[in-house]
């Protein structure tokens, strides 16, 4: 599973989004490749242009290039983020 976040570094709402994400994959000790886009660099601009986000916070959640979830704009709930990637299997 891939997720990319697009925020900039003084978005409170993009920070709380950072948090929320770090804090779902903790357990899944690297099994999810996490991307965070800066919105304010060239870098971060062109992603952000490739995946059409329009509003920051965006958190784009994929597998196997396919998209399972996204969020414009929002942070979303802790449980509703858990759900959509699951558990680490052990």
């Known amino acids: ?7 900039t570094k ?7 989004a950072v948090r929320r ?3 779902a994959i903790e357990k899944w000790n690297g ?4 991307n965070y ?3 304010e660099t060239v870098d971060g601009l062109t992603e ?10 965006t958190i784009i959640l994929s597998e196997r290039g396919r998209l399972v979830a996204r969020w414009n704009g ?8 858990q759900e ?6 052990i």
């Open 1 to 7: 599973m891939e997720i990319k976040v697009f925020g």
């Open 10 to 16: 003084l978005c409170p709402s993009c920070n709380i």
């Open 21 to 23: 994400v770090n804090e």
């Open 31 to 34: 099994e999810i490749r996490v």
């Open 37 to 39: 886009y800066d919105m």
């Open 48 to 57: 952000g242009a490739l995946n059409e986000v329009m509003k920051i916070p």
């Open 74 to 81: 929002e942070v979303p709930e802790a449980g509703e983020f």
């Open 84 to 89: 959509k990637i699951g558990n680490p299997s």
